[in-house]
C-alpha cells in the first residue's frame, strides 16, 4: 500500500467519521425534540386531568352542600310549622287568660 492509498483510506476514514458524528448529532437533537413534545404532551395531560379533577370535585361538593341545605331546610321548615302549631293550641288558652284578667 502506497502513501497515496494511505493519505485516501485516512480521508475516507475522516469522512466516514464526520458522516458519522453529523448522523449522531441529527440523531441526538430528534431524540431531544421527541423528548421535548412528549414532555410537553405529559404536562398539558397532567394539567387537563387537574383541571378535570378539580372541576369533579368542585360539582360533587356543590351537590353535596346543596342536599344538605334542603336538608336543613326540611328541617327547619318542620320545627317552624311545630312551633306554629304549638303555638296555635297554647293561643285560645292565652285569650282565655287575657280575658279573664280583664273581666273579674
Do not use: C, F, W, Y
Not at 431531544?32 to 370535585?57: G, H, P, W
Not at 334542603?70 to 280575658?99: C, F, L, P, W, Y
Amino acid at each position: 500500500m502506497g502513501m497515496k492509498e494511505v493519505l485516501q483510506s485516512i480521508k475516507k476514514a475522516e469522512d466516514d467519521a464526520a458522516e458519522a458524528l453529523k448522523s449522531a448529532s441529527e440523531e441526538s437533537a430528534k431524540i431531544l425534540s421527541d423528548a421535548r413534545t412528549k414532555a410537553s404532551k405529559i404536562v398539558q395531560t397532567a394539567a387537563d386531568d387537574s383541571l378535570t379533577n378539580s372541576a369533579k370535585a368542585l360539582e360533587d361538593a356543590r351537590t353535596s352542600a346543596g342536599t344538605e341545605a334542603e336538608t336543613v331546610h326540611s328541617e327547619g321548615e318542620a320545627k317552624v310549622k311545630e312551633i306554629m302549631d304549638n303555638a296555635a293550641s297554647k293561643r285560645e288558652k292565652a285569650v282565655q287568660i287575657v280575658i279573664d284578667s280583664l273581666m273579674p
